[in-house]
T-cell receptor, first 114, second 114 residues
Framework: QQQVKQSPQSLIVQKGGISIINCAYENTAFDYFPWYQQFPGKGPALLIAIRPDVSEKKEGRFTISFNKSAKQFSLHIMDSQPGDSATYFCAASIDNNQGGKLIFGQGTELSVKP | NAGVTQTPKFRVLKTGQSMTLLCAQDMNHEYMYWYRQDPGMGLRLIHYSVGEGTTAKGEVPDGYNVSRLKKQNFLLGLESAAPSQTSVYFC?????????????FGDGTRLSIL
């Protein structure tokens, strides 16, 4: 019940296209859903996050869509660029004053072809 | 602005050897975390700390020990290394929750156990 399932495992998109990565969770107590971006040889870095009281959050070319009833959320990258090539992780956590532990998805390796 | 610094960056050990991974943060963060990253499995939490002198188990704590004697440092120890502990280890830190704060990651330690 603590798992977060992420798909696809890898994704190839042409420059200018839309990249879509999906995540699903079971634990309805999760109340914070961040996405992290990781470049080769680097640690993950927060990209964008959403709370379950909103259905969508947009920051530049990056949008999170959240479906509370389906227990699913997704990352959309509009006008994908070669510089977006990285591994993306969705995550979920519970704000229970016990460290804000994150449960990560399995990761998606995105490659944007020029 | 060093952020989160991990040492060493690479290490090769023989089965049964011991070692300590060091994480240092200069952001005065209360919370610190150790993760391991394996292909297709995302990041899994090993141990975490909600403040100086405190530690707690995460998702995969077996075979590891941690200490947080100083607020800025979080040490991860392998007492008797096993090949299954070959992985990339990431340390992260964050402010205490109340409002969601992002976790800031180091660039990882690549550890091979032969």
């Amino acid at each position: 019940q603590q798992q977060v399932k992420q798909s696809p495992q890898s994704l190839i998109v042409q420059k200018g296209g839309i990249s879509i990565i999906n995540c699903a969770y079971e634990n309805t107590a999760f109340d914070y859903f961040p996405w992290y971006q990781q470049f080769p040889g680097k640690g993950p870095a927060l990209l964008i996050a959403i709370r379950p009281d909103v259905s969508e959050k947009k920051e530049g070319r990056f949008t999170i869509s959240f479906n509370k009833s389906a227990k699913q959320f997704s990352l959309h990258i509009m006008d994908s660029q070669p510089g977006d090539s990285a591994t993306y992780f969705c995550a979920a956590s519970i704000d229970n004053n016990q460290g804000g532990k994150l449960i990560f998805g399995q990761g998606t390796e995105l490659s944007v072809k020029p | 602005n060093a952020g989160v610094t991990q040492t060493p960056k690479f290490r090769v050990l023989k089965t049964g050897q011991s070692m300590t991974l060091l994480c240092a943060q200069d952001m005065n963060h209360e919370y610190m975390y150790w993760y391991r990253q394996d292909p297709g499995m995302g990041l899994r939490l090993i141990h975490y700390s909600v403040g100086e002198g405190t530690t707690a188990k995460g998702e995969v704590p077996d075979g590891y020990n941690v200490s947080r004697l100083k607020k800025q440092n979080f040490l991860l120890g392998l007492e008797s290394a096993a090949p299954s502990q070959t992985s990339v280890y990431f340390c992260a830190s964050s402010y205490s929750t109340g409002r969601r704060q992002p976790q800031h990651f180091g660039d990882g330690t690549r550890l091979s156990i032969l």
